[in-house]
């Protein structure tokens, strides 16, 4: 069975920290890792990751993809209080389905 | 519009009344995804159309639920003899072409309560 764990479920962090988000994978027929937020309803898309050990990177955010060890992380440096949100990581896989995690939920107080 | 809009956005219903949920896609997409999430949960996978065809609906939960895009672009999804167990946000995605290479754009979701 198909499964994608992240962690933790939930953080609260101060304002100006550092933060590293987990998801880890089992799949068969790997294609793709991609990184959500979540703010109200609407997922809005971060990171498309397809290749191991290549970094993407967007202003504070930044994610890498270990496709050996089967995980992904995703950091946020000097975080914010717009940060807060849920974190959601989506496996692609073959036949064009994205399975996602339960997601973790940030929170971060001034 | 420019994103994905979807409608109602909130639906409240007595259990076994029929409810249709509707989805516009980004112009030009044409790959269209339908999701459930139930709270604290992540998106969960119930069918996608790649135009006017359902490309896999395996992730339909049963027969109660159906949808449509019978012009490759709005799509409706359709649960009858609605449970209080459907209850859950009901999320649309579109894509330019469907791929596991390709980002979903996600609509703001219909929250279905069903008493």
């Known amino acids: 069975e198909d499964k994608v764990v992240q962690s933790p479920l939930s953080l609260v962090v101060h304002e100006g920290d550092t933060v590293t988000l987990n998801c880890s994978y089992e799949v068969t027929n790997f294609r793709s890792l991609l990184w959500y937020k979540q703010e109200k309803k609407a997922p809005t898309f971060l990171f498309m990751l397809t290749s191991s050990g290549i970094e993407k990177k967007s202003g504070r955010l930044s994610s890498i993809l270990d496709k050996k060890e089967l995980f992904s992380i995703l950091n946020i440096t000097a975080t914010q209080t717009g940060d807060s949100a849920v974190y959601l990581c989506?496996?692609?896989?073959?036949?064009?389905?994205?399975?996602f995690g339960t997601g973790t939920s940030l929170t971060v107080i001034p | 519009g420019a994103g994905v809009s979807q409608t109602p956005s909130n639906k409240v219903t007595e259990k076994g009344k029929y409810v249709e949920l509707r989805c516009d896609p980004i112009s030009g997409h044409t790959a269209l995804y339908w999701y459930r999430q139930s709270l604290g949960q992540g998106p969960e996978f119930l069918i996608y159309f790649q135009g006017t065809g359902a490309a896999d609906d395996s992730g339909l939960p049963n027969d109660r639920f159906f949808a449509v895009r019978p012009e490759g672009s709005v799509s409706t999804l359709k649960i009858q003899r609605t449970e209080r167990g459907d209850s859950a946000v009901y999320l649309c995605?579109?894509?330019?072409?469907?791929?596991?290479?390709?980002?979903?754009?996600f609509g703001p979701g219909t929250r279905l309560t069903v008493l």
């Open positions: 995605a579109s894509s330019p072409i469907a791929g596991s290479y390709n980002e979903q754009f």
């Open positions: 989506a496996v692609g896989l073959n036949g064009n389905q994205f399975y």
